[in-house]
């Protein structure tokens, strides 16, 4: 019996999330309707989850890295790779695999380079969060991850940024008022979550999504708010794609009006 993912829904949550089985042929996803709903769900912003998308060779191969090893929230996320043939196969062919099917899945012209993470560690009950890496303004972070773990990968997702700017204004304002130069605004906003104060505080509605291993899944990290609650062994392979609508935590901020100082004041040169 093939694995499957299992989404456990908040009703009151808008953040939308659809789970597929990953077709025999990836030509089949490949028909403009389809490919324009995965995007709108992508971008609304949600989350796709394609279940046995990846085979049990490669997988069996990715699995030569997992570890025991519990990793603290925002340590590294491997102590380097496998040396193995059987590892290094795996891991070049997931990455065409993953790579394929996000063309067929989205019909997007995927830049030629792009951000590839091996996590073999397990990761446990992480803060609700945004990511905080850059993304030029302009683009739009397209991720995929991977699970190669034995053990469903257990994820929580919560609103999204936009969401959180336009009904909980006056706690994102209030939040973001002494965000620092060149900061995310990420960083305060998780940071008050963990304070146990506003629209990222332990309360807040969560869908629970226990991705199958094999499954690919994708959303943006940073306009889905997400939590992993248990993680083994997954694979990120990321793009940064052009946009015609920015929907980067700035021009969102902007759009909606919010009075947020230094939105775009990048940081001070260090000192020589």
């Known amino acids: 019996m093939k694995a499957q993912t299992i989404f456990r829904p908040a009703d009151q949550l808008l953040t939308p999330v659809i789970v597929i089985s990953c077709p025999e042929d990836l030509s089949e996803l490949a028909m403009p309707e389809k490919q ?4 709108s769900v992508y971008e609304s912003p949600g989350v796709i989850v394609v279940d046995n998308a990846i ?12 570890s025991t090893e519990r990793r603290k929230f925002k ?3 491997n102590r380097g790779l496998p040396k193995s043939e059987a590892f290094e196969q795996a891991y070049d062919r997931a990455g065409e695999r993953m790579t ?4 067929k899945l989205f019909g997007y012209d995927l830049p030629s380079v792009s951000a590839r993470s091996y996590r073999p560690m397990i990761t446990e009950n992480e803060p609700l969060h945004y990511d905080t890496y850059e993304v030029e303004c ?8 991977l699970n190669f773990d034995i053990r469903p990968r257990v994820w929580r997702v ?12 006056k706690d994102v304002e209030e939040i973001l008022k002494t965000k620092h130069p060149g900061e995310s605004p990420s960083v305060p906003l998780r940071s008050a979550g963990l304070r146990g104060i506003g629209p990222l505080k332990p309360a807040t509605a969560l869908h629970e999504i226990e991705f199958a291993p094999g499954a690919v899944w994708y959303a943006n990290p940073k306009t889905v708010s997400h939590q992993i609650v248990y993680g083994g062994g997954a694979l990120f392979e990321q793009w940064n794609i052009e946009t015609h609508r920015c929907e980067c935590q700035a021009c969102t901020i902007e759009k909606l009006g919010l009075t947020v100082p230094n939105l775009r004041t990048t940081a001070p040169a260090a000192a020589a």
């Open 36 to 39: 324009q709903e995965a995007r």
């Open 55 to 66: 085979g049990e060779p490669i997988l069996s191969g990715l699995r030569e890295g997992l």
């Open 75 to 77: 340590e590294k996320f």
């Open 100 to 103: 394929e099917l996000t063309r």
């Open 138 to 145: 302009g683009k739009i972070s397209l991720m995929s991850v």
């Open 158 to 169: 919560g609103p999204s940024f936009g969401d959180i700017c336009r009904d909980s204004r």
